[in-house]
């Protein structure tokens, strides 16, 4: 029993990591400043990089349920002061919303579980440390190895990869954006979705790493213990 305990509680703690990696490069506004600028962006839709960083900053308050709509979201593109987001941009929008509130939900769902197994964990007197080291070693060694394979994938054809994506999660073709009346794809082109999810993937390769050595040395130290015994 102790074993089922210690794997549900590590996995919980993987799908927290994973949606935090997602999470975070979403809204990490240092990100959009770098790569607004490098991929001259502002200069590209014909606007201020103040006023790009402004309905950024509307839209992400938007994918957080900070705002209701993206209607009255206006900037000076071309000299000329208008609404910036065209109605396409704004239905797209809406099925992004509905999977960052789902992400959003996931992650809580796997945080309380989490708090929750540990308190399971305490009540029972497991070893809650042991038990978690050893799991959340295993299972993220798992992800890790499955993640690599996807991430191949991924690279050797990002393009399909990125329809893939859309077709699986939309169930219509708004996603499909046009500039110059699409104000959207100007902002986040393909390039940058390439790049952000390089800083995704790092993260979430990164902390499962973290997480397997300071597993390893903390069984490694209890293994040397005198007395230890092992196992579950």
Request: aromatic share 14%; with cysteine.
């Amino acid at each position: 029993m102790r074993h089922v305990l210690g794997y549900v509680t590590a996995l919980c703690l993987l799908v927290l990591v994973v949606c935090q990696s997602i999470i975070i490069p979403t809204f990490f506004m240092p990100f959009f400043r770098h790569q607004y600028a490098s991929l001259e962006r502002a200069e590209h839709i014909g606007i201020s990089d103040e006023e790009l960083m402004y309905v950024t900053v509307e839209l992400l308050d938007y994918m957080r349920g900070r705002r209701d709509d993206l209607d009255g979201i206006r900037a000076k593109v071309g000299g000329v002061e208008q609404e910036f987001f065209s109605e396409r941009d704004k239905i797209h929008m809406i099925d992004v919303r509905v999977l960052y509130d789902r992400l959003f939900m996931v992650r809580n769902v796997a945080l309380f579980s989490f708090i929750g197994l540990i308190l399971v964990m305490a009540i029972t007197k497991s070893p809650i440390a042991y038990l978690l080291a050893r799991c959340s070693r295993e299972v993220m060694a798992g992800f890790l190895l499955i993640s690599a394979i996807v991430a191949g994938i991924i690279a050797f054809d990002f393009d399909n990869a990125f329809e893939v994506f859309h077709l699986i999660f939309f169930d219509n073709d708004y996603w499909i954006l046009f500039p110059p009346r699409d104000r959207l794809v100007m902002m986040v082109p393909q390039q940058f979705f390439v790049n952000i999810s390089i800083f995704i993937g790092s993260l979430m390769a990164a902390v499962p790493v973290i997480i397997i050595i300071a597993a390893t040395v903390y069984l490694r130290r209890e293994a040397d213990r005198p007395g230890f015994g092992g196992g579950f």
